[in-house]
């Protein structure tokens, strides 16, 4: 009888430590990026949306021990539907996750405002900027861009503040006649860099070839 209750209190205990290991809790998994569906919906009425600078969401999640320990950011889904904009500019974050069992219990920034602004554009000249040196024995005798202007569209408040827009070449080792392909910096009038996604430029394909001479 005793070594049957000695079986019977290991199990018990078996069970207790494994409920106690594998228990269930809570867990916040951050940086989980937003994707935008419905896009079209504000490109039609000619206007442009901004969610300012919220790109992703921190997400906590409830379940085992055992399943939460794997999950990453990668294993969660968060859209902003835009053609369920509330008529003062809100949405709402909807998290999905890639297992029926974990719960989703809150959602950082789970409703978020939108700036819309009206379509612009501007033709802006590109400036050049070079960092490094030619190699040994040359220097740059001249830099000829394949545009030497830009088409640039994005909202009309950001099209306004745009005071210049560069193309940074780092020139450390070129050869003569080498190609350096570039996507152009836009500063503001503050010398602060725009953010380029918020900003289409008509050409993608921008680049510059450098022609050197003896020294």
Known sequence: RLKIFSIILGVLFWFISMSTIDSVTTMVIEDVPITIKNEHVISQINKTYDLGEIETVDVTVKDKNSILKDLTAADLVATVDLSKLSYVNTVDVNVTINNDTTEIKDIEHDVISITLDDVSYGEFPIDIQTTGDPIRGYAVREIVLNKETVIITGAETQIKKIDKVVAE???????????????????????????????????????AQVFLEKT
Do not use: A, H, M
């Open 169 to 207: 070449l780092d020139i450390e080792n070129v050869r003569d006649g080498q190609n350096i392909k570039f996507v152009p910096v836009v500063y503001d009038k503050n010398g602060d860099v725009i953010n380029e996604k918020k900003l289409t430029f008509e050409v993608k394909n921008l680049s």
